[in-house]
């Protein structure tokens, strides 16, 4: 797959009569007391990739800090528990406002609370939208994971090495091909999209269908950069494009996101809001591209 060339074509000018519902309303779920960053990095990956509407849930005692920052994002406070993550009471007012939107992004900084880690399989579980799952939203299923296969919209996971072997079992994979062959197995066995994150990330589907992407660089090896992917490929998703293809393109573009930033602030000094930053420096590399 020419990663640019499809980019570019899915990409074009947008035309005048078009609102913000067009380009996908996103329901971002993230966040816990002492973890609120993650809920910023998504959202605003999210609308700096083209997503029309952004809202994030919260712990409701989140709400106003992060409004103040959020300024582009609409808030949704949720009933937390008294460590200030999300409890089980959150669950019907999460599935109740997903109804009225495209997708759901989950996981990003929501705490191993047992509680928490309850509530997101309930909403994963009940989920009839396309459904991306990171971070504390895959710790979720460790032990768990068959319930994947009940998940009704096949469901998009994004696993660093680490949270793969967790939830998938097995041994770190020792070279690139066994890690390709691995991402396969697993996608066609659990009828998954999975972004398998690393160097050279491995993007697999259902159908064996497999890309292994040549974007990024080591200084992306920082806290919030798993974050940021998720609220890319969000966006993607809020934008009709297909899942596979949609999460090759967010793998691309956050890579060649972090290149950019690399070259401005040096790997050592790349933090994930430069990704973020050079995400409108990316779209324009790509759509320049003959």
């Known amino acids: ?140 299923f460790v032990g768990k994971v068959s319930l994947l296969k009940k998940v009704a919209a096949r469901p998009l996971l994004t696993p660093h090495t680490g949270e793969f072997i967790r939830l998938f079992g097995g041994t770190i994979p020792k070279s690139d091909l066994e890690r390709k062959q691995r991402a396969i197995e697993v996608a066609k066995n659990f009828k998954i999209i999975l972004v398998l994150k690393g160097h050279h990330t491995v993007v697999a589907s259902p159908k064996g269908h497999v890309y292994v992407n040549t974007t990024g660089n080591p200084g992306m090896a920082t806290a919030g950069s798993g974050d940021v992917l998720t609220g890319i490929i969000a966006a993607m998703l809020g934008q009709k494009i297909e899942p596979f293809r949609a999460a090759c393109f967010s793998v691309y573009l956050h890579g060649l996101a972090g290149d950019l930033a690399a070259k401005e602030k040096g790997e050592a000094s790349l933090v994930a809001s430069d990704i973020i930053n050079c995400i409108p420096k990316a779209f324009q590399n790509i759509l320049r591209k003959k």
Not at 12 to 41: E, N, W
Not at 62 to 88: I, N
């Open 1 to 140: 797959m020419n990663i640019p060339k499809e980019l570019k074509r899915h990409f074009k000018r947008r035309i005048p009569q078009t609102h913000k519902g067009d380009y996908g309303r996103i329901f971002v779920v993230a966040g816990s007391v002492g973890m609120s960053g993650a809920c910023y990095l998504t959202s605003a990956a999210a609308l700096r990739t083209g997503a029309g509407l952004v809202t994030v849930g919260v712990p409701k005692s989140l709400l106003l800090p992060l409004t103040r920052k959020m300024t582009e994002a609409m808030m949704k406070g949720l009933p937390e528990t008294k460590e200030g993550s999300l409890s089980l009471a959150a669950q019907k007012p999460v599935s109740s406002f997903l109804k009225t939107q495209d997708v759901l992004a989950i996981g990003p900084g929501l705490s191993q609370n047992s509680e928490t880690q309850t509530v997101i399989r309930k909403i994963v579980l009940g989920s009839q939208k396309p459904t991306v799952i990171d971070a504390d939203g895959l710790n979720a």
